[in-house]
């Protein structure tokens, strides 16, 4: 996040002592994290990972599950870096997750969901910048101002975290230089990246399913999966 986003991102100039202080911060953050229930995780389980072809719900791109907190995904789905759910429908979600699990303790279970969600945030941040600045893929653009949202809201709101928002007050401002272009360019990335999903279908996905059609008798599952390139 230091380095990839503040740095190499958004030209930011940390002082040491800041960066010790944001260590430090951060250091805790993954410590609490560490004590949570561990389960199971897919860590990058949001709304364009989840696929529904001919109404089953298929989830790709799992090369990095591994364990984790239990409120790893969850707070992936719900504070989607590509897609704002009302926060009225989180609350529910929240509630209905609550019931289902049988969780008693609901007040520790939503801590944990928003520190969890802090840490997907500021990682998501660090991927992004380190994606835009190192390796020129201009798509991640589109993620920066809604998870820079969550960020915002997250630690304005929650007391706990006061010293680390006051801290990155010290090199972040909400308005960077160039950030009015941010939203054009977030636009034309999705644009192109819609244009081959389109593609994709008329040419690949269309055709497959024809020719499979033609063997009835033949029961052929075919799995796509599409691996992004780290």
């Known amino acids: 996040f230091v380095d990839h986003f503040l740095i190499n991102y958004l030209g930011r100039r940390v002082p040491r002592n800041v960066k010790e202080w944001l260590d430090t911060d951060f250091q805790k953050l993954a410590f609490e994290m560490s004590q949570e229930p561990r ?32 409120t790893y ?36 279970f939503r801590d944990r969901f928003i520190r969890t969600s802090l840490q997907t945030n500021v990682k998501d941040l660090g991927t992004c910048g380190y994606q835009i600045s190192e390796r020129g893929k201009t798509r991640y653009l589109k993620a920066i101002p809604l998870t820079l949202k969550y960020l915002h809201k ?7 975290y006061q010293r680390l928002q ?24 999705e644009m192109l990246w819609a244009d081959l999903a389109h593609k994709l279908s008329d040419q690949v ?12 008798e033949m029961r052929v599952s075919i799995l796509v999966a599409m691996w992004d390139e780290k």
């Not at 995904?73 to 989180?90: F, G, K, V």
Request: net charge negative.
């Open 39 to 70: 389960v199971l995780c897919h860590r990058d389980f949001h709304s364009r990972n989840l696929m529904v072809y001919k109404n089953r719900l298929y989830v790709i791109d799992l090369q990095d599950a591994r364990m984790g907190p239990d």
């Open 73 to 108: 995904d969850l707070a992936s789905l719900l504070r989607d870096s590509y897609l704002e759910l009302p926060t009225t429908e989180i609350d529910q979600l929240l509630s209905t997750y609550s019931q289902v699990m049988n969780i008693s303790d609901t007040s520790a």
């Open 154 to 160: 997250t630690l304005a709101t929650t007391p706990r």
């Open 166 to 189: 006051e801290t990155l007050s010290e090199v972040y401002e909400g308005e960077w230089p160039g950030h009015e272009q941010l939203y054009v360019q977030g636009q034309n990335s």
């Open 205 to 216: 996905l269309i055709p497959l399913n024809t020719y499979q059609g033609q063997f009835p």
